[in-house]
């Protein structure tokens, strides 16, 4: 069986790991090619910053840069795909040649989604890949960049906006919702995050909307809805990601914001299957289908799709929403809904705990300054236990401890 990965990021490598951990016989082994558009060995984007600052190369290639040839993977770098022919079982690459394949795995990721106008100028760059960061991170560090503007603060442009501020930038970022992080923080936890940024040198505005990157050729300034002008050396965009699914246009597949797949992470043809941030996928709380762009997503759906294609029926228990933050100082945690029928909180300074109940269940939780204890809430929530019954004591950081979680799950099995 010929098995073609495009792709080679977290979702593409995890497919090929654990095809040869199921197949373990080198005379059983399905071939394996993999090609990635970027001409890197496998490698984590959240390692990125640890590697820019540190050097860390160990943490960036995740697996080893010689995974492929230990896996004995016909590993492909700097090669794009541009189109896929599922009658005739073959993909387009850029250079005109083509590959077969029995089985196809669609793991090619997303990039930037910027809306502003300009956001393709020299001098507006992004951290959506090691490719995109490399020329940014080498002018900060030759020190032609002396100030950075950042678009947007998710979760990407947070840490992008940290590891600039600790390559010695002066930091500007723009939000244009109330907060930092709006879509998984609630506005109490992003004042902890906020503040943590300013520390540590990163100015934020939020409630300010980016209208377009400005410059003759090159971007020299944003500009920002009411007419103001901000500058900077260099501008970032983290406004969002999108799937890389172009290659597909005409193929028959069923996409919409990501690629359409069912619960057993297979296209609408039938060897077609696809994982990661490509992917639209049903949320394991809220039942919503959408693209859940985080590694974590990523790594669980490989291994579905890898046991699918040895002919497990193996079913995708769904995606979980979460973030974390490690390198703001202080450790914070987000995870599920940011709200819920009732809330239980305790605050101290930055030391917050706050769970969010529906009908006596965790349907997400916010810890920032001790995180203790997220792993239990994690667990109680994705099992839906009704924990009414623990009241204030849920929020205590030991709530976590063996003789505890023991008595609670036995409760509930
Ligand atoms: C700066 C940064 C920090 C992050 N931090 C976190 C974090 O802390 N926690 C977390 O859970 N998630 C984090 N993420 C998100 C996480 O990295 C992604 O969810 C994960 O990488 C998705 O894996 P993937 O394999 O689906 O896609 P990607 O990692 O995007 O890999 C896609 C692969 O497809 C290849 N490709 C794309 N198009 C083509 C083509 N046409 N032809 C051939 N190959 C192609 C690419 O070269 C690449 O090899 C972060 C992302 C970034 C950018």
């Known amino acids: 069986m010929r098995i073609l990965i495009l792709g080679a990021g977290p979702a593409g490598i995890s497919v090929a790991e654990h095809l040869r951990t199921l197949q373990p016989d080198a ?246 299957r696809a994982a990661g941030d490509a992917v639209e996928t049903r949320d394991r709380m809220t039942g919503e289908r959408f693209v859940h762009a985080i590694f974590p997503n990523a790594v669980a759906q490989a291994r579905v799709v890898a046991e699918q294609l040895l002919g497990y029926d193996t079913r995708y228990e769904g995606a979980e929403s979460m973030n974390s933050l490690r390198h703001l100082g202080i450790p914070v945690i987000a995870v599920g809904s940011q709200a819920g029928e009732t809330e239980l909180k305790i605050r101290t300074g930055r030391h917050l705990r706050k769970i969010n109940l529906t009908e006596g269940r965790i349907v997400g939780f916010r810890l920032a300054g001790d995180i203790r204890g997220a792993g239990v809430y994690r667990s109680l929530m994705l099992r839906r236990v009704d924990v009414s019954r623990y009241g204030d004591a849920l929020l205590e950081p030991g709530f976590g401890s063996a003789r505890l979680a023991g008595a609670v799950f036995s409760r509930a099995a």
């Open 27 to 272: 005379d059983q082994q399905a071939d394996i090619t993999m090609i990635s558009a970027e001409p890197f060995p496998p490698y984590s984007p959240p390692a990125m910053a640890e590697h820019f600052l540190h050097g860390r190369g160990a943490a960036l290639y995740w697996k080893g840069t010689d995974i492929c040839e230990r896996l004995q993977v016909d590993y492909r770098a700097g090669t794009e795909v541009r189109a896929v022919d599922p009658a005739a079982k073959r993909v387009t690459l850029a250079d005109d040649t083509s590959l077969a394949f029995d089985e196809l795995v669609i793991a090619t990721g997303s990039r930037l989604y910027a809306p502003i106008d300009g956001y393709d100028l020299p001098g507006v760059y992004n951290f959506k890949s090691l490719t995109a960061a490399q020329e940014l991170i080498a002018h900060a560090r030759d020190g032609e960049v002396k100030s950075a503007v950042v678009v947007g603060a998710g979760f990407i442009g947070v840490e992008v906006a940290l590891l600039l501020a600790d390559l010695g930038l002066d930091v500007t970022m723009v939000e244009q919702q109330d907060r930092v992080m709006p879509g998984m923080l609630d506005a109490e936890t992003a004042e902890i995050v906020g503040q943590a940024l300013a520390e540590r040198g990163v100015r934020v505005r939020t409630g300010t909307q980016a209208a377009a990157f400005a410059g003759n050729g090159r971007a020299d300034a944003l500009v920002l809805e009411p007419g103001e002008v901000i500058k900077g050396d260099a501008y970032v965009a983290a406004t969002g990601v999108r799937p890389n699914l172009e290659f597909l246009t005409g193929a028959g597949l069923d996409t919409g914001w990501g690629l359409r797949v069912d619960d057993r992470l297979c296209t609408n043809i039938p060897c077609i």
